[in-house]
């Protein structure tokens, strides 16, 4: 027997999980559907914004409950006891709080964009058209003559940065227990603190002052010395390699956790 | 089956909840764990079972070692904790999601056990039953899967008096030699004419574990007259239908254990009866 990653444990959990969390799940989607019609009723303008603080924020309290078992001893005490590897219990995680659910908001937002402007055309007399904002490429902006792509594609940015939150708040759900959610918000705002004390000091060190007062507009950048590129590609990685990062801590949280 | 060596334990650094223990558990034996509140009874049920890291020492459960919580041991393993999981489940989903979890699980037996608890309807949430109802699922279903290995802690709390002996009996029903069932208790009436071997915990460590074969053919349970003068007795209570007494069996005169006569002996006398195994 594969003891690392069974795909018939694999099912297992996820079914467990369904059949543990139907209720709610149904709840979710409907209230999700609601949320989206009502967003497109109105109008066409952009929505992208308001979808993706919505994906955010309900993502993160999603991903936050991932490990909600630990907060009462006896139903930490059955999660861990369940037969299956730390992996499998980890990767289960990981879907549900990543992939299933940036799925299940695009689903919902398809479905309340069509219901919403259909409804909202019928309601109104318009003829807005259909338009899936979310799903559409950014433009690209220019500094200093170059062309700085976001990422080249919407959604895939949006799902980098939606990947990202939920990895920092699962791994929050199982370092904390007890409101998971406020506590991993502390612990970021504590974290960019620190980034931003470390910050203040480079920027002392480098331009011999606390802050800059716009003389980062007088520095020449030219195209040959790429300076944009570097640190995009820098930013890219560390971006890229954050989401793993979490999920190898949170790994190791699970591995060590004790009720 | 279950090998603990020199085992410590402790949730803060100040104070050890288990210190240095050493424990061998053989397979098709009902084990009574009992001590007085917070001697490490459940700790101990926990460490064996992977819930808790020892600090020191190491322990085998099943030939694995528990801190991997490997799936081919946890499915050889069921614990029945005092506090149950809360679950919005009802007990007909739980079966169907965490049976299949264990290979040798038995539907037949668990609806069996189910009905010999009274309990006929399935679509019961376990959330919404009463926690003496709630034990009695468990209860079942942990019987049901057929570990090699069960853990009980406190099990018959919250079970009415009917459903304890019901209990009894399907335990005493569902254990063979291939199972080995640990109940950490201190309601020892309540494990009468079940368990057939005692561990005795007292200051976080093992004091005493024999088989109650051993017990009986060392130790004499009696009751005898007020005045009667014996020097065998090692230890003994005064009660209303008369003087309990545990006694050196020198004669190899056959008696029926009284645990807690026994356990109270062992915390008051324990050299004297330590001694004599």
Known sequence: MNTTLNINRLGLLFKRYFLENKQRELTFWGITIVVFTLMHLAGAQEKSFSVEMYLIISGFIFAARTFKAFNFTPSGMHYLLIPATHFEKLVTAIILSTFYFFAMILVTYTIGTVLGTSLGNLFFDTHNPIQFALFQSAPDFIVNGHSIHKAGNALLNTFIGFAGVQSVFMLGSIYFKGNAIGKTMLAIIAVSIVLGIIEVFLLKATFGTYHLNGQ????????????????????????????????VVTYFRLTEKEV | MVNVQNVTFSYTKRAELLSNLSLTLETGRIHGLLGKNGEGKSTLLKLISGLDFPKSGSIETLG???????????????????????????????????????????????????????????????????????KKVFIAFGLATNTKLLLMDEPTNGLDIPSKGQFRRMVASAIDENRCLIISTHQVHDLDSLIDS??????????????????????????ADRNEKDESVIYSEDTLRGLYQVCENTTGEESKLDIELLFNAILTKKNKIVKLF
């Open chain 2, 64 to 134: 694995f070692n528990p801190t991997k919580r490997n799936p081919d041991m946890l499915q050889e393993i069921f614990f029945l904790p005092e506090e149950l999981p809360q679950l919005a489940l009802s007990i007909a989903n739980y079966e169907k999601v965490y049976a299949p979890f264990y290979p040798n699980f038995s539907t037949e037996q668990f609806n069996a056990y189910l009905k010999e608890f009274d309990i006929t309807d399935k679509t019961s949430k376990l959330n919404k039953l009463s926690h003496g109802q709630k």
């Open chain 1, 216 to 247: 980062m507009l007088n520095l020449s950048i030219t195209p040959e010395h790429n300076m944009f590129a570097g640190a995009e590609t820098v930013g890219t990685i560390i971006k890229y390699a954050l989401i793993p990062f979490f999920w």
């Open chain 2, 198 to 223: 005692i561990i005795v915990m007292e200051k976080h460590k093992i004091v005493f574990n024999q088989p109650i074969e051993n017990i009986t053919k060392k130790l004499l349970f009696r009751v």
